[in-house]
């Protein structure tokens, strides 16, 4: 199954499947992104980042594509499990410039059915 | 520490009482983040210290909160006559350097004003 993100907050998928979770950004000056997983009563933790002059980064089960032109970033979780049952944040930070805050979207729950 | 550590995990304040927030980033981190997370949002930015200067305080709601790292590592942040709109979780992160590394967040404060 497949999730908008900011405009569809949770996504439910079967165990093994894969999952897409979507985000849009806002700021084209923006030049790097992070996912975040976060489970009930915890911080968020860091899965991966990809910055403005790459368009996908793989990780350990985990893909982030990045398309600039429409300013959305995914999250391709494979084989999910029901351990990545969480709450999912997209962050950026805005230029150079800036000191590094992260801006942070909404979040979509992802619930994994055994 | 093998990780960013908060305390106290949990505080229940009277509307009006003062709190004390602490935060003990990973040793040698020179960027500290304090974040506000309200229930079901991402978190938002509060303020950023490099090293014992703080840079930014640009989220800080108001002039209740207040926020130091005397010492370029432990930080506080205090809130001052709670009020029960500063009800949510505090988070703390840190980075290894600055503008754009990753940043490694504790588990967090969850502040509840009666």
């Known amino acids: 199954g497949e999730s908008v993100g900011l405009h569809l907050p949770t996504l439910s998928v079967q165990e093994g499947d894969n999952s897409i979770i979507n985000c849009a950004y806002s700021n084209s000056a923006s030049d790097y992104f992070i996912w975040y997983k976060q489970e009930s009563g915890k911080g968020p933790q860091f899965i991966i980042d990809i910055r403005s002059n790459m368009d996908k980064r793989q990780g350990q089960r985990v893909t982030v594509l990045l398309n600039k032109t429409v300013k959305h970033l995914s999250l391709q979780i494979a084989a999910t499990q029901p351990g990545d049952s969480a709450v999912y944040f997209c962050a950026e930070i805005r230029g150079r410039g800036s000191q590094g805050n992260l801006i942070f979207g909404k979040g979509t729950k992802l619930s994994v059915k055994p | 520490g093998a990780g960013v550590s908060q305390s106290p995990r949990y505080k229940v304040a009277k509307r009006g009482q003062d709190v004390a927030l602490r935060c003990d980033p990973i040793?040698?981190?020179?960027?500290l983040f304090w974040y506000q997370q309200a229930l079901g949002q991402g978190p938002e930015f509060l303020t950023y210290f490099q090293n014992e200067a703080q840079l930014d305080k640009s989220g800080l709601p108001s002039d209740r909160f207040f926020a130091e790292r005397p010492e370029g590592s432990v930080s506080t942040l205090k809130i001052q006559r709670t009020q029960q709109e500063d009800s949510a979780v505090y988070l703390c992160a840190s980075s290894l350097g600055v503008y754009q590394e990753t940043q490694y967040f504790g588990p967090g404060t969850r502040l509840l004003v009666l």
């Open positions: 040793s040698g981190h020179v960027s």
